[in-house]
């Protein structure tokens, strides 16, 4: 083990002076508490719960960061998008689903709204219709893209096909997830599992969601109309 | 965000009750069983990455020449005991991906990062202990599935640890086929663990530090690592979309990189250093933590400049976001593009130097006391000086044109990255009575040491002269270069080193081994160190701090302060304010009481 605690005899003696009181700290260490003094136990400005899906959706963020970069790259480099031979993409349909995304990102709101004011009715409504309506996003996304590949655009047809099924891919399966969960909770909503005091589930639901809503808003305007 | 009935849907208190086996040991969420994990994990990969680094060795030394003892090896691995080029190129690829992702990120994030963090914040485990089992499972598939590839047919992968597209974007160009694809698997099942991790790691430092327990008060390895897992947590995903396009490029006949069809193998390059550099400093910043730990402790004096130790980290971690370029000066970039990542790399030297200077200043005028973590992480800043050194030649594009891929490189990166080692070693020694219980035998500890370092040196630093020489990174036999053939004895005298640095390191395995199961038993604070983690019985309990939290109520490295009796002042010892302070701020002498 380790020997020879090098400490200045003058040193010892002050020590042996006073040996049990608290020690003096020279200006400029850190300020003491004084002894007996309990600093308060403060609640966190953000909970565990919150605080961990922030960083979640942080992850996510930088994941698409990665798969939007890739796009511009090749659509800012390119001189015509689509390619010759391609077809163009949905917009009139696109937009339509793009109105039902926010839309839902409302009735989100009011679900989450409704349970912080205690009503149950409205919670499983909202939610209700906020899965309804990703569910008919999905549908309306999945019938563009079996038109699409029968236009002949596939994962193959250079990188115009790749990044197209790549991102909004990406985007899609996270809308299916966002989906799946929205209904494990309106199932446990409509089984009276939430209330005004306890509905944290509500709120980091609602954080995904509007994280899903929010990156379309980016997707949409880059890949469709620019 | 504060919605108050979220915050109240925090974790509940643990409880101390009694597990069985199952719970206690493999799908444990107590944060001091992953971090053993994570460690028993670490260190037989650090084995494994080891014995590929030292076939490697052999064949660049004797080329072409069969290994001892690896007669049996079948083909296409190994002919007859030769290493074939395929394998070769194998091997140096697994050596790093191993070592990097499987050795040292295990080890110095999942390890201490899970073992430290709560016990030297003063919590009683971690913000999501569920997602901390998961972390660890998860990155232990990712490590199986990585394992896997040596054994499917074509090798593993082989396009090295960048994997460069269109190199790896083609099973045609290197031969291999699932390997590469399981390389790419394992690491997004990697990204995953790891951002599992990260999360824990922040919400813990950021909502669960104890009483009085305020940002400047925090070890700078804790700063380190709550750092580090900011880093991780925003670089990975940008690794896991490149790998996503890499494995659709390799399966489902896209050409992300494949200019075939339209594709940009620059994209891949771009994409891979924009994590890879971040990730370089996730891989040191948890040393320079540790590093400032230990040599306050053992130098029995303050660490020099907390706060500029901290916001140097932070300096760090933002600049590099913005030095991926450096990796590619060659690739035909815009030499004024070129020229600003020269100058933003050269910017890390400023908080480079900042800490080096600052470990200097700890170090002045201290009582040092040579135990064996203190040999370590001396050793770690001496390593660290000369791979920084050499970092900033390689950041002036002029010099790396003519040193870029030759060994100069691979000497720089070593000096930093398996440098780390050398933290690593200096953090197990430190905190092996705490994590296990037993100490380490410091004799044993010290005969690890010298060698370790004396070898270390013998192995990296010559690189630098056959790099200045011209003798590329990757090259599978030298000596069929007729300019590379007067550096051949260069090249013998390195792997000569390597063996012999492969060999002391059993005294380190017999060391732990012995230690584990036999070790003096250790008391609560064997190195009368300040930090909260030394306020709890070795080991700590389940819950670690029995019925109460423990108050803080100082600075982390307080140590010889002026007319006390012992030289160190625990973290949760009371103490009085200075009568300066309270001359000047008050009677409350100064304090913060918000």
Redesign the interface.
């Known amino acids: 083990?380790?020997q020879?605690?090098?400490?200045a005899p003058a040193?010892?003696e002050?020590?042996?002076q006073?040996?049990e009181?608290?020690?003096?700290?020279?200006?400029g260490?850190?300020?003491?508490?004084?002894?007996?003094?309990?600093?308060?136990?403060r609640?966190?400005?953000?909970?565990?719960?919150?605080?961990?899906m922030l960083?979640?959706l942080?992850?996510?963020?930088?994941?698409?960061?990665?798969?939007l970069?890739?796009f511009l790259?090749?659509r800012l480099?390119s001189t015509s998008w689509p390619?010759p031979g391609e077809p163009y993409l949905p917009i009139g349909v696109t937009w339509f689903n793009t109105g039902i995304l926010v839309a839902s990102a409302y009735s989100m709101r009011r679900a989450h709204r409704a349970i912080?004011d205690g009503s149950q009715a409205g919670l499983v409504h909202g939610l209700g219709l906020t899965a309804l309506l990703g569910t008919t996003f999905l549908a309306v996304q999945g019938s563009e893209w079996i038109r699409l590949a029968h236009h002949g655009l596939t994962?193959?047809s250079?990188?115009y096909?790749?990044?197209f099924y790549?991102l909004i891919g990406c985007h899609g399966v996270h809308v299916l997830a966002a989906v799946l969960w929205l209904a494990t909770v309106w199932v446990l909503a409509a089984r009276g599992w939430f209330s005004?005091?306890?509905?944290?589930g509500i709120?980091?639901c609602k954080m995904y969601w509007m994280f899903v809503v929010g990156l379309w808003l980016v997707l949409f305007p880059s890949v469709y109309l620019m | 965000m504060a919605d108050p009935a979220v915050m109240t849907a925090g974790p509940a208190v643990h409880v101390h009750h009694e597990l069985g086996f199952w719970r206690t040991y493999i799908f444990s969420t107590d944060h001091k069983m992953i971090g053993r994990q994570f460690l028993f994990l670490g260190l037989f990969m650090l084995i494994v990455g080891g014995a590929l680094a030292m076939l490697m060795r052999w064949q660049l030394a004797w080329p072409e020449t069969a290994v001892p003892g690896f007669g049996w090896v079948p083909e296409p691995y190994m002919v007859e005991g030769i290493i074939p080029p395929n394998t070769y190129n194998s091997l140096f690829t697994m050596h790093a991906t191993i070592m990097i992702f499987f050795a040292v990120m295990p080890i110095m994030i999942g390890c201490f990062g899970n073992f430290l963090i709560p016990l030297m914040i003063g919590a009683r485990d971690m913000a999501f202990p569920v997602l901390n089992m998961v972390s660890f499972w998860s990155g232990l598939l990712g490590g199986l599935v990585m394992l896997a590839g040596f054994f499917v047919p074509g090798g593993h992968a082989a396009g090295g640890w960048t994997a460069y597209a269109p190199l790896t974007a083609k099973a045609i160009y290197t031969g291999v086929d699932w390997g590469q694809n399981l390389w790419n698997i394992s690491l997004i099942i990697l990204g995953v663990s790891s951002m599992m991790g990260s999360i824990n790691y922040i919400t813990t430092v950021v909502n669960m530090r104890a009483p009085g327990m305020t940002w400047f008060r925090l070890p700078l390895v804790i700063w380190s690592l709550f750092i580090t897992a900011i880093l991780l947590l925003l670089a990975l995903p940008v690794l896991t979309s490149a790998l996503a396009m890499l494995l659709f490029d390799r399966n489902l006949g896209t050409h992300f990189f494949l200019p075939e069809g339209g594709g940009e193998p620059l994209l891949w390059q771009h994409l891979f250093w924009f994590f890879g550099h971040p990730e370089v400093y996730v891989l040191v910043l948890p040393a320079m933590g540790v590093t400032s730990d230990v040599l306050s402790t053992f130098s029995r004096k303050p660490i020099f400049g907390y706060r500029a130790m901290a916001f140097s980290m932070i300096a760090i971690a933002f600049l590099s976001w913005i030095v991926w370029g450096h990796h590619m000066f060659i690739s035909g970039m815009n030499p004024l593009l070129g020229t600003a990542f020269m100058l933003s790399t050269m910017v890390i030297a400023v908080p480079s130097a900042i800490k080096t200077f600052n470990w200097l200043g700890t170090l002045w005028g201290g009582s040092i006391r040579f135990a064996t973590p203190m040999l370590f992480a001396l050793a770690f800043v001496s390593n660290f000086v000369i791979g920084g050194l050499s970092g900033i030649f390689m950041a002036s594009t002029p010099v790396d044109i003519f040193i870029h891929d030759t060994y100069y490189i691979v000497a720089h990166f070593h000096y930093v990255v398996a440098g780390i080692i050398f933290a690593m070693f200096a953090a197990i020694y430190y905190w092996f009575p705490k994590i296990f219980g037993r100490k380490l035998n410091e004799t044993l500890g010290k005969l690890h040491f010298w060698p370790t370092f004396i070898f270390f040196n013998g192995v990296f630093f010559p690189m630098h002269i056959l790099g200045v020489g011209g003798m590329m990174r990757r090259i599978y036999n030298p000596l069929q270069y007729e300019f590379l053939q007067p550096l051949q004895p260069i090249n013998v005298f390195i792997t000569a080193n390597a063996f012999l640095l492969g060999l002391v390191q059993i005294l380190f395995v017999v060391n732990f081994v012995w230690s584990l199961i036999a070790g003096k038993p250790s008391e609560r604070n064997p190195w009368q160190a300040n930090t909260l983690e030394w306020a709890a019985p070795s080991p700590p309990p389940h819950g670690n701090w029995g019925e109460a939290l423990p108050v803080v109520h100082g600075g982390p490295y307080e140590y010889s302060v002026p007319g006390m009796a012992e030289d160190y002042l625990p973290q949760n010892q009371s103490r009085r304010p200075s009568p300066t302070l309270a001359k000047r701020h008050g009677p409350s002498g100064g304090q913060v009481t918000a």
């Not at chain 1, 009181?21 to 200006?27: N, Q």
């Not at chain 1, 609640?43 to 961990?52: I, K, Q, T, Y």
């Open positions: 083990m380790v020879g605690i090098v400490t040193l010892e002050v020590a042996l006073v040996p009181m608290p020690p003096i700290l020279p200006p260490s850190d300020n003491g508490d004084p002894p007996g003094w309990q600093p308060p136990r609640e966190p400005v953000v909970s565990n719960a919150v605080l961990g960083m979640f942080a992850f996510e963020t930088m994941f698409f960061a990665g798969l970069g890739a790259v090749f480099s390619p912080r994962l193959q250079g990188t096909g790749a990044t790549t005004r005091e306890w509905h944290g709120q980091l």
